[in-house]
């Protein structure tokens, strides 16, 4: 028999009375271990891309508003919370390198992380109370935007939207809500405000737009909680499975959509997914793939390439003909042909010299992308005809690099992290900050850290 319906619990209170708990939470070692690694990955994504072409506007913008603040802007000066995690959320996803979540709710990392930091920094919390505000808000975005194949965050693709603006919002809002201990009303309140801001196009992939989805939900999820704590009432019932934000954007009477419970007897960011390749993730296990056989296809023509592909790909990344070296994070056709001619495809990868590369047109041009309808987006087929060779090469990837069930080793963290920040902030100090992360629950860390992004 089915509970009077005024005591249902929705799904707005279930995520109000979990977050609530965050302080007192116990949190498993393994947890821990797997948030550090996020904020590792997220913290030297954003560094590395403090001076990137995206993210200067922004950056400028934040400066001329001249707030003042304790929030740190990373390889800048301080401001007001939200303002900071504006300009560190759009640093964070500018180079589309950071984390991805495996179930589809998007770049969780990236507006949950530079909220909380953004927070703490302002209110002088302790790492081990901003490492816990991260948590629950990577928990609470997770479940809101997962699901998985059929889940939320890839219906939201298919419509044209970007899971990581969408539910960051809320996401963000979490991570403030712990901070600024805001009761279970008033976390209700802000998960509402956030979720009325909602929105974020996949058709600004590859442009400045992207990273902005970024800082704009972290932003705005700080927005709310503040709101929240000052008064400001919304709706609790926007996260209804009936005239909610899933009614609006996905429209689940029409399309069967996999929404996940509010279920949190288990740990979503140990399903966290990294990136070995500052590209869209959805081009990964294809790049994978090219890179094995880069070898044997050096110096030969290439007359054939066939790509086969999960469904996403044609979505997110099947950009023909990129302009910049930007969008060419969003085409698997072109990833493909830097992996088989050699690129690491690493952040310094991405330059203007992609536009003057004549052997990555020829390869594009003779590459077609064969979408198969039931292969997981963790897996790639590749097959390349040679000039000269009777028989095609083949490479296959099951499962790419940085899936939690297969991922980099610590010499490859560590390795991506000093490619991204001792550029910025020299070999020394990288080491440093990589250490510190590590450790970043530990009394007197979060000072240490910010003191070691702000601008000298």
């Known amino acids: 028999m089915n509970a009077p319906a005024e005591l249902t619990i929705t799904r707005s209170q279930q995520i109000a009375a979990y977050v609530a708990g965050a302080l007192t939470r116990d949190y498993p070692a393994e947890v821990l271990t797997a948030a550090k690694l996020a904020l590792i990955d997220t913290i030297g994504c954003a560094v590395g891309a403090w001076d990137d072409e995206c993210v200067r506007p922004v950056r400028r913008v934040v400066e001329g508003w001249r707030v003042p603040g304790k929030a740190q802007v990373f390889v800048g000066g301080s401001t007001a919370p939200a303002f900071a995690a504006l300009a560190n959320g759009a640093m964070a996803h500018a180079m589309d ?21 953004a927070v703490a920094g302002e209110l002088g919390s302790s790492g081990k109370d901003t490492l816990a505000a991260f948590i629950t808000a990577f928990e609470v975005m997770a479940r809101v935007g997962g699901g998985g194949p059929q889940g939320v965050g890839r219906n939201l693709h298919r419509r044209g939207l970007h899971p990581t603006s969408v539910f960051g919002r809320i996401g963000a809002a979490v991570a403030a809500a712990v901070l600024m201990r805001l009761t279970p009303q008033q976390i209700e309140y802000a998960i509402g405000a956030a979720t009325t801001t909602a929105g974020g196009m996949v058709g600004s992939f590859g442009t400045h737009a992207k990273p902005f989805h970024g800082g704009k939900a972290a932003m705005d999820g700080i927005l709310a909680a503040e709101l929240a704590k000052e008064g400001f009432q919304s709706s609790n019932k926007l996260l209804e499975l009936e005239k909610g934000i899933y009614d609006v954007f996905i429209q689940t009477r029409d399309r069967p959509v996999d929404i996940p419970p509010m279920d949190f007897s288990y740990w979503e960011i ?4 990294f990136k070995p390749y500052a590209a869209c993730r959805a081009t990964h296990a294809s790049i994978q793939s090219s890179r094995k056989l880069a070898s044997q296809v050096a110096g030969r023509k290439i007359n054939k390439v066939h790509i086969k592909v999960h469904p996403n790909v044609a979505i997110v990344a099947n950009n023909p003909a990129p302009q910049t070296p930007l969008a060419h994070k969003f085409s698997v056709r072109y990833c493909v042909a830097m992996g088989l001619t050699g690129y690491r495809l690493v952040a310094s990868d991405f330059n203007e010299k992609l536009l003057q590369d004549k052997k990555l047109k020829e390869i594009a041009a003779v590459s077609e992308v064969e979408v198969v309808a039931d292969q997981p987006q963790y897996e790639a087929h590749l097959t390349v005809h040679v000039e000269g060779e ?8 099951l499962l790419v690099l940085g899936h939690a069930d297969n991922p980099m080793s610590e010499d490859e963290v560590w390795g991506k992290f000093d490619g991204l920040v001792a550029p910025v902030l020299g070999s020394d100090n990288a080491r440093k900050l990589y250490d510190l992360l590590k450790q970043f629950e530990a009394p007197g860390n979060l000072e240490r850290f910010t003191g070691m992004v702000a601008r000298g």
Do not use: E, F, V
């Open 270 to 273: 140990k399903r966290n997914g």
């Open 390 to 397: 009777k028989k095609p090469l083949h490479a296959d990837t």
């Open 97 to 117: 390198y950071d984390d991805a979540h495996q179930m589809g709710a998007g770049h969780i990392s990236c507006p949950c992380a530079t909220a909380a930091l």
